[in-house]
């Protein structure tokens, strides 16, 4: 039995997902350059990776809530498909909350093969 794998993108060169300091927008005295900046590298973030990580949050979020939000969400995405559809993107929302599969996805009109998450295969 073989896989068409046609349709799929050819394989990215290996890349490091961008690091984006947070605090600007948490400090007491907002600074609106760094705001400003922030923004600018979330948007570039955003438009060219879809992901990155984020810091400067230290002491706001602890440790043990991120590893129960990491729990949850790799126990969300180990659930069958029919489960997580319960929660799929809608035609009467906005189109931009809610689970769907890989390959389903639009951008711009096209097909881009992603999903809700790039964990699911």
């Not at 007491?28 to 400003?36: F, G, I, L, N, T």
């Not at 400067?56 to 990491?70: K, Q, S």
């Not at 389903?104 to 992603?114: I, L």
Request: glycine share 10%.
């Amino acid at each position: 039995m073989s896989t068409d794998f046609s349709g799929m993108p050819q394989a990215l060169e290996p890349f490091t997902l961008p690091s984006i300091d947070m605090s600007p927008f948490l400090s007491p005295s907002p600074d609106p350059v760094a705001r400003q900046a922030t923004a600018q590298a979330l948007h570039d973030a955003c438009i060219r990776f879809g992901f990155f990580y984020c810091t400067g949050f230290e002491g706001l979020i602890w440790r043990e809530e991120m590893l129960d939000v990491i729990a949850v969400t790799r126990e969300y995405l180990a659930r069958l498909e029919e489960e997580k559809e319960r929660v799929g993107v809608k035609p009467e929302g906005d189109k931009a909350r809610g689970w769907q599969k890989i390959g389903v996805n639009a951008t711009q009109g096209r097909k881009d093969w992603h999903g809700s998450s790039s964990t699911e295969g």
